[in-house]
């Protein structure tokens, strides 16, 4: 038997899981895109062409949440990847000693996102939540932290908070991967700490950074679960993210066609993010 | 070797037949809470039947109570047979009704219910379902601020000089009872910190403003009480009115003068009720089945009818009940149940046993020991209880939806008054066509 022929066969079961699980509703999701479609004609759909796109890019609440998304995915992929990686540098030391620290410090990736949003519901209440509470008792005033001045920011900091260690974690591993050596002759040569981290660590650091701020800004570009356990789609939708909108729009409208049409603009706008970030990573490695 | 694999084989398919002998009826019922337990309870003196045949008897199905109407709408667009009997509202009929099929409902359902409560259940002049829980709006009011603001002279002069500031009159405290939405409006200024600092609670009232369906069915007796309707009898859309603008200003008062809790616009029906079960709030409009949970908080809360307005007073009602799936595999057992949840009978034992039917005058009297609450419900649902015009429609959630997005947008500040009003206008008549 060929490598060739061996190499299909064990690739098989996972192509054809692949096709099961992603190619089944990739094609359903083209099929309905580009018919009318609603519940009552789920298996009888009427081709429509790209009226469905036309009606999506002409609906001010789509473009609504495609510059939440955006906001929100930019901001998140930022902060996370800013703060992971200064928490990695400053903690190396502390977790070459004690490796088990780095388990406490995931605790809220391991949290389901909806959980995450349950819990910052009851948690940020006016007057069931302790946080309002002992900033009511300690200073006679707490700010409204779901009103609509504030949400944003707290939808933020709430994604920030939980994603964090996600981006420690790869920077963290990158950063210990850094030979030992390099650091020593730097050190010989008496560069000092923070010089060091500019022109070596970073530099070398660098697709990893790449990476990690790709990894978040599609994860916060595609948010869903704590925001809308959170606040929902927000008054007048303002926190109505893209997968937001394509759930309302199917489920809550029954349009299905056109939420179809916009999970095919998000994927395709994914995609085009993916192929960008690539060609970065790969100009960095260079 | 091969004569035990054939017995093995005989007895597999004897079992599977005398599974299919022993199919029951599956009721898909609304998950948690009291309608729950009432629905168990009633479950039970049904199958204790002695004449009910084994294949007739039910069983109950129960899923999560987040998420439930839509999970519902795809089992039944797929032609589920995982039930029998489903969950439908009055404000998903229209949507659920090509999946389901009428019913005829028993001799005794008109006396027991009531035409009120039937409609409900009605879409397109057919009976979809048994009325089994009524839903509507009471105003909850702390009776110890009210009675103390009309015995206290100088409160009376400081409510005047506040209702003179922010309302262009000065008006004088009245009972609950009696109250306008006016009334409501500057006894909520009264009791809020923001406007008047030696208030007691924190917050006049509370408002729960989330982007969400429900709201708005709370919002809808303030409206409705100026004559404000989704559409007329000619179906032209009618929401861009003066009885709209005059209620959703209002609203939008008590948001900017902070009356309301700044996040309510978060708020649904649980962070409402810990807002005025805190404390911090003298008088809210919300729905019937927080009595219990307000007034264990609070217990000088009182409760009336939500306050009147130039047409007078309303509430929103709407029922859940149970109704048949068109792809019922035991369709005769499944109406037999329903007949019989129809009956008197039924009505009472669900009543006794937590649930919240809406009960005819006489039917409720039979339990104005076990359940007083119900005679109230019963009496406003037949004396202020309305659905808006389409309120049954198939696009009946997708209007709530839509009027939810854009008012919630105008109270939080991010849209005026007209264009709110034309956007829930436009949406309304691409819905409702």
Redesign the interface.
Known sequence: MTNRRENAILAAPLVLFLLAILGFPTVLALVYGVSDTS??T?TSPEFSGLANFRQVLADP?FWQAAWFSLRFGAITAVLQCALGLALAVYLAPLVRLHGWTVAILIIPMIVAPAMMGLMY?LV?????GPLPHYLYQWLGWSP????????FKTVVVAETLQWTPFAFLLFLTAYQSIPEDLREAAAVDGTRPWRRFWTIELPLMLPTVWVALFIRFIDGFRVFDNIYT?????????TTSMSIYIY?TF????EIGKAMAAAILLFVTAFLALALAQRLTRKAAR | MTRKMHLLATAAALSLLSGLAQAEVTVLGWPGGPEETALRAVTEVYNAQPDLAEENKVELLFTSRDGFFDKLQVDLAAGSTAFDVNLIATYSIGRYAPYMEPITLSDQAGAVFGDTVLKTMQFDGQQYGVPTDLSLHFLYFRLDLTDALMADDAAKARYAEISQQHLGKAMEPKAPADWTWEDFVANALYFSQSVNPDSPTRYGTVIQAKNLLFNMMVFHSWPRSYGGNWMDDAGTITVDSEAFRTALSQVKMLFDLGATPPDSTSYEYAEANAAYAAGQVAAMVQWNAAAGELTAAQAATGTTAPPAGPDGKFTHIHGLGLGLNKAAENKEGAIAFLQWLSTEEAALAYAKAGGAPGLAAETAAKLATDRPDLVQVGEYASTYGFVMNGGTSEKALSVYEAQAKEFTGYWAGTQDLDTALKNAATAMADLLK
Request: aromatic share 10%.
């Open positions: 519940f009552q789920l609440t519901r940020l209440h006016e007057f069931a409204a932290f779901l009103s609509p001045a504030h949400v959170l606040v929902g789609a927000g008054p007048g939708g303002s309302e489920l809550r409208r029954g």
